[in-house]
């Protein structure tokens, strides 16, 4: 019962967010000068040969609420404008870019979540002893690498210095030429998945092969964000009077800290799963650029470049949802986990 | 007599002070990492000052720019007279990235030195009056919450136009909540300690109550705070020039001497690693650079918290 009445509270508060968002990127639309805002409100290719038309029949040149007004029902019906970068509706591109950097995450995901918990209990087990230090010392060095230098690096080394062997983009030529097909069905986008669906064992390679250093990339930085956390909040975990009386009954390390610390440790690492996926966002704009990966980063620095301003303002919204979103699923399993919570 | 006094009074008003400097100072140098990153900024701060001798500039007014040797594509390696080789374009790379240790600093201190006083004008409002106002004003930093910071300077850039200036302005403009946060949740912790009841009760102005009770002891976070975020704020000015969304070509910036070696990561057969002047040497100025910083505020955080460290 008082699990509803929290989700019905949480989900009311989304709400302002959700306008405060709509609004700030209204007054970052409103830098702009009308000729270049008028592809905000195309929706189809020829139009843009009568920009001042558009500019009329939203009243572009008129006072801000009634330009508000105008551009908020467009949003509300889903058209964000004309990306002429890649000649596409935003919303069409949003949705064609999504899979592969969905794709990206599948794999990002995962790894940074266990690698770094895995470090940060390790470090916090063993504080202030050698492996402490290193641990700590690399999880520094970590996040004071610049992301595309990262990948640069990676790249000199395993596609140059190792000829071919972990190549930039998602697939091979040839393999990209199959994919694209009717002998290959795509149902997601998602390369690994629709290889796996086709049973095509060899296009799974090739985009596996593609995979390995932008995941690489991606986490590493991560890896060290996720590892600080879970060594501090696995630090408190073993101070509590609960790990001293697990230890007084004569149980194991092994017992104590797997079965007692840990499970209360992971608690607190949930709240920063938003930022989490913040971080990985980010690093998909860097990554995806510097490996020609193209998802929704590649598509939005591409904008930002030729200066697609509808491109790159549904990019931004996009985002702001998405983090807004996975913050309201975040607080919701904490609540569900934590009675406290909901409670307090 | 009474310049004495007043001496006096100064006097011993500032011996715990100085004694808290000392014992700080103490702590700072048993900590290795600390001093390895302090050593690190020194260093970087010795070449920024020294650019003009290191790296005398061609164009006496335009520092900044990077002088280039001809415009032929193709990178050059280090020789007598590029010491660290040049990039595409033969703009070369020491000039580049000595004058860029200038450009990291100031494009540093002046989006941190904005977004702290910022942070503590809006911080310490929301904090000290609550109310609607501390309602007002955090429920638009949540707004700025919801985007990654490189997200949204990256909306601000393309709307301001690319430039340094630009980056600048977006990344006050994208910082700012992180501070404006963390000085109004020191600011609620102290507003009800006694100290402050005691200077209220005695008709201290808020004004005088939020300068003389509240910051001071609120600094300590904020300056751990804006250590770590010297380095970041680098970071993502970096990767907004690397992405063609800054400095303008041929500036003296890491991020955009990293973004010429784009097209030679690889060398050509034989040598695959021909070119690795271009992309090692930027980089390589980026990464300490952060990392000093980020070693400086982990250290900060154990050693200058006064509620941590005498336990």
Excluded: C
């Amino acid at each position: 019962m008082e699990m509803r009445s929290y989700i019905i509270r949480r989900l009311l508060l989304l709400i302002p967010v959700l306008l405060g968002i709509i609004f700030l990127i209204f007054t970052i639309l409103q830098l702009f000068d009308p000729v270049q805002r008028a592809a905000l409100y195309v929706r189809d290719p020829k139009q843009l040969r009568s920009v001042q038309s558009i500019i009329e029949k939203y009243h572009l040149n008129d006072p801000v609420y009634v330009q508000f007004y105008y551009w908020i029902t467009e949003v509300l019906q889903g058209n964000l404008g004309y990306s002429k970068s890649i000649n596409m509706p935003v919303a069409d591109a949003l949705f064609y870019f999504l899979p592969a950097t969905i794709e990206l995450f599948i794999f990002a995901v995962p790894i940074t979540i266990f690698i770094g918990i895995r470090l940060g209990v390790i470090s916090a087990v063993n504080r202030d002893k050698p492996v402490d230090h290193v641990t700590r010392s690399l999880a520094i060095a970590g996040y004071s690498l610049p992301t595309f230098w990262l990948g640069l690096m990676l790249l000199m080394i395993f596609y140059g210095f190792f000829t071919g062997l972990f190549p930039p983009e998602r697939l091979s030529t040839s393999v990209d030429a199959f994919v694209n097909s009717t002998a290959f069905i795509r149902y997601t986008r998602i390369n690994t998945l629709d290889a796996i669906l086709n049973g095509q064992l060899w296009v799974l390679m090739d985009a596996l092969k593609h995979l390995v250093l932008p995941v690489a990339t991606l986490t590493v930085v991560n890896i060290a964000f996720v590892m600080r956390i879970a060594r501090s909040s696995m630090l408190e975990a073993l101070g509590k009077g609960y790990i001293m009386a697990a230890r007084a009954k004569g149980l194991d390390q092994k017992t104590v800290i797997n079965k007692h610390a840990r499970k209360n440790a992971m608690i607190p690492i949930i709240t920063v799963a938003g930022y989490l996926v913040a971080g990985l966002l980010a690093g998909a704009v860097i990554t995806e650029t510097v490996f020609n990966y193209k998802g929704l980063g590649w598509w939005s620095v591409n904008a930002a470049i030729q200066l697609d301003i509808p491109a790159v303002l549904g990019f931004v919204l996009f985002i702001g949802t998405v983090v807004v979103i996975t913050n309201l699923i975040v607080d919701l399993l904490y609540a569900y986990i934590d009675p406290r919570v909901r409670l307090g | 007599m009474k310049r004495q006094t007043r001496w006096q009074r100064f006097k011993t008003n500032i011996q715990p002070r100085i004694k808290e400097l000392k014992f700080s100072l103490r702590r700072i140098r048993g900590s290795p990492l600390s001093i390895v990153g302090i050593a690190i900024i020194l260093f970087f701060a010795i070449i920024a000052i020294l650019a003009p001798v290191l790296a005398p500039p061609e164009y006496p007014d335009k520092p900044y720019r990077i002088p280039r040797d001809g415009f032929s594509p193709t990178p050059r390696p280090p020789s007598e007279k590029h010491q660290f080789g040049t990039t595409e374009g033969q703009f070369d790379i020491y000039y580049g990235v000595i004058w860029g240790t200038r450009t990291a600093f100031t494009v540093a201190l002046m989006v941190v030195g904005a977004t702290v006083v910022i942070g503590i004008i809006l911080g310490s409002i929301a904090g000290y009056y609550g109310g609607i106002i501390d309602e007002i004003i955090m429920r638009i930093t949540d707004i700025f919450f919801a985007f990654p910071h490189l997200i949204l300077a990256m909306a601000f850039v393309t709307a301001f136009g690319a430039s340094l200036d630009s980056v600048m302005k977006a990344l006050i403009l994208v910082w700012w909540p992180s501070y404006a946060r963390l000085i109004r949740a020191e600011v609620l912790t102290v507003r009800e300690e006694d100290y402050v009841e005691a200077a209220k009760s005695i008709g201290s102005s808020d004004f005088r109550i939020i300068v003389k009770h509240v910051l001071p002891n609120s600094i300590y976070p904020i300056l751990v705070m804006a250590s770590l975020d010297m380095g970041a704020v680098v970071l993502v000015a970096a990767a907004l020039s690397f992405l063609g969304l800054g400095a303008p070509v041929g500036y003296a910036d890491w991020g955009q001497m990293a973004s010429f070696s784009r097209n030679w990561i690889v060398g050509p057969p034989g040598e695959p690693l021909a070119y690795w002047y271009t992309v090692v040497i930027p980089g390589l100025f980026i990464f300490f650079f952060v990392l000093g910083w980020n070693l400086l505020g982990d250290a900060f955080r154990d050693i200058l918290d006064p509620k941590l460290r005498r336990r």
